[in-house]
Each structure stands twice: as structure tokens, then as C-alpha cells.
């Protein structure tokens, strides 16, 4: 360990460390004189949105003008009417909006707060339990101020990610849930300009792609009631299996200059894309992001069918603004790198293709309403291996309710009582378990 000095600690005295700690915190508390840390994690979110709404001053956010406020509405409101040939959901938007960058900030901070308080947590809490003995021999007064330390640090990271998606995102949907709440649908005027070019596709006709995607989104989630809630258990479930390697901040730690805060500021903030401490891959970690992603893919796919559905005849370059936002979500765009900035979590559905595979073939087999069916309850939706088999999941749910229909005529047909054929009903019903057990 560099700096190591002759007592064997290896951030030199602990005293003159919690020296260092509290006029760190003295001078992140002054950059933010108005911020207060979450109460429940530590995270100086006040701190993110100041942060977030200064990175995107910097870089110029005029205000959006009235004549494409009104263009913005006027998309919205027409690609969800085109909506409804598509879906069997209804319309979920109950706002439309068109958002400068600031404003986007402000009304989806509430929502990144909630959706990364797990992880971000986890990364703060880490702080305290992983220091060396000699430090957390120092007892309680030294670790609050590490978990003080560590909440304004991350609280600073959130914010800089979140800025830098600003500057790129498209709405209000682009990591998969509202960001701003249910049934408020937005576009992004910059955002929309900006996906737009080199495409060679009238700004018309991609404001009003955007707009069909923004809509299709608030209707699934404001119609499956199940689904912000399972999205947000299932980031809870990844935050609870991570573990920390901390010998990269000892390393950090041990480098720097004891007597100057700003340096531990600059040391701690990491280079640019990397988030402040990464997570170890772990087997309860790759299962719960396993999930996460099947869920993300089958949200991004029943999307992409829909919308495709909703304006292939009306408008010209729809396939070419698909494949758009196909490459963008498999290269991984600016929503998908926000988590990982943070703490190493990308929201990405890897699976986008498959998904949307999976929901045209149940489309060809039980028609839109039989497809929307499957978001009645999170039971009945396709897994991991569903989208390795979309033949297999549609069969098997098909053969399964046949079964089923099977032993309710038969039921109602045969007198109570007959041993024999109620044996045959028997059978029927474990086949129809079977089938259903196949497809999933």
C-alpha cells in the first residue's frame, strides 16, 4: 500500500483523518448550503438536483417556445389516438407536456431518488462497514461523518449522471417506467431535434414516433397496476445482493494528502464513466439482474410491436426510426449508462429483439387482446427462457387453457359423480398443467 506509514495504518493518523473528514464535509455542506440528506439513505439528493440542473445550464437550456409547446401536445395527442388500433390497454396519459432540460430535471428527480436509493445506500453503508479496524476502532463519531462523507459524494455522482442524461433523452419514458409519474406524458424538444439528425427523416414524423413510444408506455404502466411496483422490488432485490471491493478506495485514500479535503473530493470522485465504487458480481446479483432485464425487454418489446403496429401505414420512415431506436438501446444510450455511472446497474433490455418476437407470435395466435392478457398478473408473464422459446410459451399457454376449457364443458356435461369420467377430467387437467409448464 502506498504511503504506508511505520504504525501500520495506512491513512497515517486517525485523528488528522477525522480532521480531513469534517472539513470535507464543512465543504461539500457550503457548496450546497440548501441541501439535506435522505433521511432513510444518506443521499444528499437536494445536492444531485443542483448538481444535475447546474451541469445542464452549463451547456445552454432554452426555454421551449409556444409554437413547439404546441407541436409537442399536438404529437401526443394524435399518436395516442393511433394507439388505440393497436392495443386492447386505453389511453393512460392524462398530461402532455413538451419539457425544457432543466424541467425534466426537476420533475424526475423524486423519481431517480426512489429508484436509486437502493443502491446508493448500499454504496454509502459500505463506507462505514468496510473501513480498517484502526479507523473503526474510533467508534461512532468518525463513521457518521464517512457515511456524511460518502451520502454527498454519491449525492454529487447522482447529480452529474443525471445532468448528462438530460442532455440526451427523449421523455419522460426513457429508462422504461414514467419518470415523472403516471399518465404525465413529455417529449423533450431538444431531445427530439438531437435523435433526429443524420436520420433524414422530417422532424414531424419523428416527433410523433416519439410521441406513440411516450404514450404506449403510460398506457402499460397506467393499466398493469403491477408493474412500476414489481420494477422498483426488482432494483431493491439487486441493491440487497451487492457487495463492495473496497481496496480501490484504501488505495485512494492512501495517495492523497491528509491535509487537503479538496484532493480526497477529486480522488474519490473517479474518472470520468466510472462510478465510485463498483460492485463484485455476485451469483445473487447476476440472478436479480437477470430479472430486471427479462422485465425491461418485455416492457421495450411490447412497445416496439405496438408502436410499430400503431404507425407503420401512417408513417413513411417508420422502419428506419425502429432501427433507430433499436441501435440506441443496444448500444446502450444515455439512460442505460446512468446506473452504471452510479454504481455499476444498467438498465438495458438485452433482449429487446426476443421480446418483441415473443409478443408478435402471441398477437398471431390469440390476437391483441389475448396478447395484452398476459400483464394481468406478473404469473402469467414470459421468463428468461420464455424469450428462448416464444413458440413454446404461446403453445403451451394455448394448449393449457384448452385443458382447462376441456374440463369445464366436461364438468358441466357429465352426471356428478361418475368415477370413470372424472378420472378423464383428471387427466385432462394435469395435461393442461403440463402444457402450461412447458411454455413457461
Not at 160 to 165: D, K, N, R, S, V
Request: glycine share 12%; proline share 6%; charged share 25%.
Amino acid at each position: 500500500m502506498p504511503n504506508m506509514p511505520p504504525g501500520g495504518f495506512p491513512f497515517g493518523d486517525p485523528q488528522q483523518m477525522a480532521q480531513m473528514l469534517r472539513q470535507f464535509a464543512d465543504m461539500m455542506s457550503a457548496q450546497t448550503p440548501s441541501g439535506q440528506g435522505d433521511q432513510s439513505s444518506g443521499i444528499n439528493w437536494d445536492m444531485a438536483k443542483n448538481v444535475a440542473r447546474h451541469s445542464v445550464s452549463e451547456h445552454g437550456d432554452p426555454s421551449v417556445g409556444v409554437t413547439e409547446y404546441a407541436h409537442v401536445q399536438e404529437a401526443l395527442r394524435l399518436a395516442d389516438l393511433w394507439l388505440n388500433e393497436a392495443t386492447s390497454l386505453p389511453s393512460g396519459v392524462h398530461t402532455m407536456e413538451a419539457w425544457s432540460r432543466s424541467e425534466w430535471v426537476e420533475k424526475t428527480m423524486p423519481t431517480w431518488s426512489k429508484l436509486c436509493d437502493p443502491l446508493t445506500a448500499r454504496i454509502v453503508e459500505s463506507m462505514g462497514q468496510n473501513l480498517p479496524g484502526e479507523m473503526q476502532s474510533m467508534a461512532g463519531p468518525l463513521l457518521g461523518m464517512v457515511r456524511q462523507m460518502g451520502g454527498m459524494l454519491v449525492g454529487q455522482q447522482a447529480g452529474q449522471a443525471i445532468g448528462e442524461l438530460a442532455r440526451e433523452v427523449l421523455g419522460s419514458t426513457d429508462v422504461g417506467l414514467p419518470l415523472a409519474g403516471e399518465g404525465r406524458a413529455a417529449l423533450l424538444a431538444p431531445g427530439v431535434a438531437k435523435f433526429g439528425e443524420g436520420l433524414g427523416v422530417p422532424l414531424d414524423e419523428v416527433r410523433l414516433y416519439l410521441a406513440a413510444r411516450e404514450t404506449a408506455h403510460h398506457r402499460l404502466f397506467g393499466h398493469v397496476p403491477w408493474l412500476r411496483s414489481h420494477l422498483f422490488s426488482l432494483v431493491e432485490e439487486y441493491a440487497r445482493g451487492m457487495s463492495f471491493d473496497m481496496s480501490g478506495l484504501e488505495e485512494k485514500l492512501g495517495q492523497i494528502d491528509i491535509a487537503n479535503p479538496e484532493a480526497l473530493q477529486e480522488a474519490l470522485s473517479g474518472s470520468e464513466g466510472e462510478g465510485l465504487f463498483q460492485p463484485q458480481d455476485t451469483p445473487q446479483q447476476k440472478a436479480s439482474l437477470a430479472r430486471l432485464e427479462t422485465t425491461l425487454a418485455l416492457i421495450e418489446g411490447w412497445v416496439s410491436v405496438v408502436v410499430d403496429a400503431a404507425v407503420a401505414e401512417r408513417l413513411p420512415q417508420a422502419a428506419s426510426l425502429a432501427e433507430a431506436i433499436r441501435r440506441r438501446r443496444a448500444s446502450g444510450g444515455p439512460a442505460e449508462h446512468t446506473f452504471a455511472t452510479l454504481v455499476g446497474l444498467e438498465l438495458r433490455p438485452r433482449r429487446l429483439r426476443e421480446a418483441a418476437t415473443l409478443w408478435k407470435a402471441l398477437e398471431e395466435a390469440r390476437g391483441v387482446d389475448g396478447r395484452d392478457a398476459v400483464w394481468e398478473h406478473p404469473d402469467l408473464m414470459p421468463s428468461s427462457d420464455d424469450l428462448d422459446d416464444p413458440e413454446g410459451f404461446v403453445s403451451g399457454r394455448a394448449d393449457a387453457e384448452a385443458a382447462q376449457l376441456d374440463i369445464s364443458q366436461f364438468t358441466a356435461e357429465r352426471p356428478e359423480g361418475d368415477s370413470e369420467e372424472g378420472g378423464s377430467g383428471g387427466s385432462g387437467e394435469e395435461d393442461g398443467g403440463r402444457g402450461g409448464e412447458d411454455g413457461r
